[in-house]
């Protein structure tokens, strides 16, 4: 039999379990965010299924405070892999507030997070993709994506009207609040990047002007939406890639947001060619880091010394503990969970709980060393799992590698799999 009084202690010092009030005045029910995880649950013409509400109203049924959707485009013309949905105008709107609702019905806040892919987009998905500027990828990435075109004002200017529309739509059907997908080397941050942005008109040239595009953004998003309505930004702490985006760059940015009322900040890092958000790539984590489980808990300590907006720090959570003392240490005030909640739906109730889930989030692979590097797995082997939730069946923590791979093979096709196998987020 457990003691009593250890147990009552132990309750309460559980952080997680604390409300978190916005500055909006909106209170979120405990520290617990589910982060972005794509679904890749559209109809093939980018439409909302019935399947996402389903699979919110599992994680919602969790106790989780927070649910930020995958993300989700605000162009048609402009997908970041196949599956995404598109918001462009209401005649999702029933389907939208059937997700909406099935996702706050036990009090947790969910927020859609709005994205446009730039040039992070695999060929043959869009007739072509823009970029600040026409800068190349990698070169052992050239075979899977095209040198996108450099975007004219004019492109911008609709680029950002469109982010916020969709905030609107997004708020009439019933969303809590939006997040601007501003990390993982999309649009905005190829914007905020010197390598990926090397305009010389009012979008580029100095860390000043190649923030203007997120700022913008922001304001048009605000303006749509009105001054009560959170919107809440994705945000990398470094792109970790030789000439992009620095953290110091990285604080200014959120310095400017925060001045401008960005009501929550995430932060995470990494790119495409960089893809560091899952504790992948060159820039893994160094061992203190993943000894204190997140990877990204240094910069939001320097965050936190620089601005008094909430602060959400993803990437690397595992435990109860982990994400206690990330919260006793006071860089944080929200924890971020993406691959957990893949595996194990239910977390959240364990994790209140002061207990951790039953599973542990595993390196997956395939055993064959050449499909392994392409870092393909770990994305694909997720949306399965997402997928089996959302057609109410449990995930597969097990499933091994080989047979998600073979099975998503089987069911996209090899041509599908392709276009999707170097998405890192
Ligand atoms: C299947 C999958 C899809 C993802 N999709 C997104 C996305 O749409 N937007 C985003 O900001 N991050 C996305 N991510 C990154 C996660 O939000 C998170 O930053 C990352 O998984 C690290 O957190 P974790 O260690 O808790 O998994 C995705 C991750 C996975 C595994």
């Not at 914007?191 to 922001?218: M, T, Y």
Request: charged letters at 20%.
């Amino acid at each position: 039999m457990g003691d009593p009084m250890a147990d009552a202690a132990s309750t309460r010092a559980n952080l997680l379990a604390q409300p978190l009030q916005l500055p909006n005045g909106s209170v979120l029910k405990n520290r617990l965010a589910k982060s972005a995880m794509s679904e890749a649950l559209g109809s093939y013409d980018n439409h909302v299924t019935p399947q996402l509400p389903r699979l919110y109203g599992r994680w919602a049924a969790s106790g989780i405070g927070l649910l930020i959707t995958g993300n989700v485009m605000i162009d048609r013309r402009a997908l970041g892999e196949p599956g995404n949905i598109a918001l462009e105008d209401e005649s999702d709107l029933p389907l939208l507030q059937e997700w909406a609702q099935a996702a706050t019905a036990q009090g947790a806040q969910i927020w859609m997070q709005l994205n446009h892919p730039g040039k992070q987009s695999p060929k043959g998905l869009n007739r072509y993709n823009l970029s600040p500027s026409a800068i190349p990828f990698r070169k052992d990435l050239t075979a899977f994506f095209d040198t996108p075109r450099e975007a004219t004002p004019a492109q911008i200017e609709d680029i950002i009207a469109r982010f916020g529309h969709a905030a609107a739509i997004a708020r009439k059907a019933g969303f809590s609040g939006v997040q601007i997908h501003g990390a993982h080397g999309y649009l905005v941050s190829q914007f905020l990047s010197p390598h990926h942005n090397q305009r010389s008109d009012e979008w580029g040239g100095s860390a000043e002007k190649r923030r203007r595009f997120v700022l913008a953004v922001f304001a048009e998003i605000r303006r749509q939406v009105g001054a009560g309505f959170p919107v809440g930004i994705k945000l990398n702490s470094a792109d970790f890639q030789r000439g992009g985006f620095t953290e110091e760059e990285s604080v200014a940015t959120i310095q400017a947001l925060a001045q401008a009322g960005i009501d929550l900040v995430e932060i995470s890092g990494g790119t495409y060619e960089t893809p560091v958000m899952t504790g992948a790539g060159d820039g893994k984590p160094a061992a203190s880091t993943a000894a204190r489980e997140a990877y990204f808990l240094e910069f939001a300590e320097k965050v936190r010394a620089a601005v008094a907006t909430p602060l959400m720090v993803t990437g690397g959570f595992r435990s109860c503990d982990g994400m206690n003392a990330a919260l006793r240490s006071g860089a944080l005030d929200l924890v971020g969970l993406g691959r957990l909640l893949a595996l194990d739906p239910d977390a959240p109730a364990s994790l209140l709980r002061g207990a951790d889930s039953r599973y542990h989030v595993r390196p997956i692979s395939t055993g064959i060393k050449a499909v392994d590097r392409m870092a393909l797995m770990e994305v694909s082997w997720y949306t399965r799992q997402l997928k089996r939730i959302a057609n109410g069946h449990e995930p597969k923590p097990n499933e091994s590698g080989l047979f998600a791979l073979l099975g998503t093979m089987a069911a996209s096709g090899w041509g599908t799999f392709r276009t999707r196998r170097l998405r890192a987020s």
